[in-house]
C-alpha cells in the first residue's frame, strides 16, 4: 500500500505541530512547510521519521508552484493542512495599508496559492483532502485585529467555495475553528492580561483552555476517511465558547 502524504503549512511549532505529529504518529509522510531553518529540522526531529522539513516563506507567492511541484514528485499529495497565519493587535485607526496587506498576504494569498497548485495534483490523483484552519475571530467581532478577523472570515467562506467546486473531483475541503487553546502563544498574551483570561474562561462552558492535540484530532477527523461524507464544513473546536453565555 503506498504511503499518504500530507502537507502541513506552519507545521514547526503550537496547532501546526500537533496537527503534523498526529499525522506521521499514524504512519502519515509530512511535509512540514516553515520559514525558519533551524525550527522546521527540529520539529522534523522531534516528530520522527515521517517528518520532512521544506524550507519556504510562504509569501513568497511566485515560488509556490515549484515547491508544490518538488513535493508532488515524491508521490501523491493527499492532505493538505493550511495552518500557517500571523497575527496583528493594532487599534482599527493605527492599522496602514501595508499592515492590512500583509496579514491578507499570509493568511489568505498563500492559502488560496497553495491549496490552487495542490488541487491541481489531487485532481490527477483522483481526489485528497483539504483542511483549512480558521478562528473564533470569523466568528466574533472581537477588537484589535481587523486584519485577522478578515482574513479568517475569507477561510471560511473559501472553504465553503472550494468545498463545492471541488467536490466532483473527489476533493473535500473542510475548515476547524480553534478556541483559545493552550500554546506558548496564547499562554502569554492570557498570562499577561488577567481580566482577559478570566473573560475567555468565564464564557467557555467547559471552563478550560483547548490542548493543541484536540486541534489536531479535529483535523485529523476531516484529513481521513472518518468524515467521507463531509465537506464544506467550519468545526469550531472551542470547549463551546463560541455558543457559550
Same mark, same amino acid.
Do not use: W
Given at each position: 500500500?503506498?504511503?499518504?502524504?500530507?502537507?502541513?503549512?506552519?507545521?514547526?511549532?503550537?496547532? #501546526?505541530?500537533?496537527?503534523?505529529?498526529?499525522?506521521?504518529? =499514524?504512519?502519515?509522510? $509530512?511535509?512540514?512547510?516553515?520559514? $525558519? &531553518?533551524?525550527?522546521?529540522?527540529?520539529?522534523? /526531529?522531534?516528530? #520522527?521519521?515521517?517528518?520532512?522539513? @521544506? %524550507?519556504?516563506?510562504?509569501?513568497?507567492?511566485? #515560488?509556490?508552484?515549484?515547491?508544490?511541484?518538488?513535493?508532488?514528485?515524491?508521490?501523491?499529495? !493527499? %492532505?493538505?493542512?493550511?495552518?500557517?497565519?500571523?497575527?496583528?493587535?493594532?487599534?482599527?485607526? !493605527?492599522?496602514?495599508?501595508?499592515?492590512?496587506?500583509?496579514?491578507?498576504? $499570509? =493568511? @489568505?494569498?498563500?492559502?488560496? +496559492?497553495?491549496?490552487?497548485?495542490?488541487?491541481?495534483?489531487? &485532481?490527477?490523483?483522483?481526489?485528497?483532502?483539504?483542511? =483549512?484552519i480558521s478562528s473564533m475571530a470569523?466568528?466574533?467581532?472581537?477588537?484589535? @485585529? %481587523?486584519?485577522?478577523?478578515?482574513?479568517?472570515?475569507?477561510?471560511? +467562506?473559501? /472553504?465553503?467555495?472550494? +468545498? @463545492?467546486?471541488? +467536490? *466532483?473531483?473527489?476533493?473535500? $475541503?473542510?475548515?476547524?475553528? *480553534?478556541?483559545? %487553546? &493552550?500554546?506558548?502563544?496564547?499562554?502569554?498574551?492570557?498570562?499577561?492580561?488577567?481580566?482577559?483570561?478570566? &473573560?475567555?474562561?468565564?464564557?467557555?462552558?467547559?471552563?478550560?483552555? #483547548?490542548?493543541?492535540? !484536540?486541534?489536531?484530532?479535529?483535523?485529523?477527523y476531516f484529513a481521513t476517511s472518518?468524515?467521507?461524507? /463531509?465537506?464544506? /464544513?467550519?468545526?469550531?473546536?472551542?470547549?463551546?465558547?463560541?455558543?457559550?453565555?
Open positions: 500500500m503506498n504511503t499518504k502524504i500530507a502537507i502541513v503549512t506552519g507545521g514547526n511549532s503550537g496547532l #501546526g505541530f500537533a496537527t503534523a505529529k498526529k499525522l506521521c504518529d =499514524n504512519g502519515i509522510k $509530512t511535509f512540514i512547510i516553515g520559514r $525558519t &531553518k533551524e525550527k522546521t529540522e527540529d520539529a522534523c /526531529t522531534e516528530i #520522527g521519521p515521517n517528518a520532512i522539513p @521544506v %524550507i519556504f516563506d510562504l509569501n513568497n507567492l511566485e #515560488g509556490i508552484p515549484g515547491m508544490i511541484n518538488e513535493i508532488a514528485k515524491q508521490g501523491t499529495i !493527499d %492532505i493538505l493542512v493550511n495552518n500557517a497565519g500571523i497575527n496583528l493587535k493594532k487599534e482599527f485607526i !493605527d492599522v496602514t495599508d501595508e499592515d492590512f496587506a500583509s496579514i491578507i498576504n $499570509t =493568511n @489568505v494569498m498563500s492559502v488560496f +496559492a497553495v491549496s490552487r497548485e495542490v488541487v491541481k495534483v489531487m &485532481k490527477e490523483n483522483g481526489g485528497g483532502n483539504i483542511v =483549512n470569523s466568528q466574533y467581532g472581537i477588537p484589535k @485585529v %481587523i486584519a485577522y478577523s478578515a482574513s479568517k472570515g475569507a477561510i471560511e +467562506a473559501m /472553504t465553503r467555495a472550494m +468545498a @463545492v467546486e471541488l +467536490a *466532483p473531483f473527489g476533493i473535500r $475541503t473542510n475548515c476547524v475553528a *480553534p478556541g483559545f %487553546i &493552550k500554546t506558548k502563544m496564547s499562554a502569554k498574551a492570557l498570562d499577561s492580561d488577567p481580566e482577559r483570561k478570566n &473573560k475567555v474562561l468565564s464564557r467557555t462552558p467547559m471552563g478550560i483552555l #483547548g490542548e493543541p492535540s !484536540d486541534i489536531a484530532d479535529a483535523v485529523y472518518e468524515s467521507k461524507f /463531509t465537506t464544506g /464544513t467550519v468545526l469550531p473546536v472551542d470547549g463551546g465558547n463560541s455558543i457559550g453565555f
